[in-house]
């Protein structure tokens, strides 16, 4: 479903001129190892044990992204922006001659590898640790964050999903389809809601957004480990 959803949504994110796709392939092809093997071990993981491990990592992401966008407020409001990284700087350039800006490109691999390796454990499609990475990481606008993680998405879940295939558990199909329909139309509507939306709004909602998923699932999973 979630793969679904996100090749539909990244087609029209693409129509609205949101998604760096070079960027999203190749750290969606970075990512899908770590969604293997993160698939694999979560089949040794209580169910209980996975909900308790996604609610503390959404906190962090969430206490991650508050600090970046305080950090940004600050950098506005002293009007200094030499500290900000320009996303569009190409990290691998063979033209006129080759170039390699390693340590970013290192930084770049740990984090897709990582990203992968949580969404494969975690069965989530990586939308709420994705965007985070591209923001931190990359020094992506959210715009494009949200945009691109759409593609890596939709690479890293069919990966994940190609390895659960046949381990014993079989989804209900009629709520899969009904709810695939439904978040289709949802993330065409948002995309081109996000292409009119200011950037810094963007990041304020998806941080509140992580922030409140995150409190909903750790009051859900944290009783269950007692």
């Known amino acids: 479903m979630v793969g679904i959803t996100s090749l539909i949504g990244a087609i029209a994110a693409h129509r609205a001129g949101n998604v760096l796709l070079g960027r999203g392939l190749a750290f969606g092809a970075a990512a899908i190892a770590g969604a293997v093997v993160g698939a694999k071990a979560s089949a040794h993981v209580l169910d209980a044990v996975l909900l308790a491990a996604f609610a503390v990592l959404m906190l962090l992401v969430a206490a991650l992204m508050t600090i970046r966008q305080v950090r940004s407020r600050r950098v506005r409001f002293s009007g200094d922006s030499s500290g900000e990284a ?3 700087d190409p990290i691998i350039q063979f033209r ?3 170039r ?4 970013r490109a290192l930084r770049v691999l740990v984090a897709a590898t990582a990203v992968g ?5 975690l069965g989530v499609g990586g939308g709420f640790l994705i965007v985070p990475a591209f923001a931190l990481v990359l020094a992506m606008p959210m715009r494009y964050a ?17 390895v659960r295939t046949g381990v014993g558990v079989t989804p209900d199909w009629t709520p899969v389809l009904v709810l695939t329909a439904v978040s289709a139309l949802s993330s065409v509507a948002g995309a081109r809601f996000a292409a009119r939306v200011d950037t810094r709004h963007l990041s304020a909602a998806f941080t509140a957004l992580v922030l409140g998923v995150a409190i ?5 999973a944290f009783p269950a480990l007692v």
């Open 86 to 88: 320009t996303h569009g």
């Open 96 to 98: 006129p001659t080759f």
């Open 100 to 103: 390699c800006d390693c340590a």
């Open 117 to 121: 390796l949580l969404t494969g454990f």
């Open 146 to 162: 949200v945009g691109t993680s759409l593609v890596v998405i939709t690479l890293t879940s069919a990966a994940a999903l190609a």
């Open 216 to 220: 909903y699932t750790a009051a859900r």
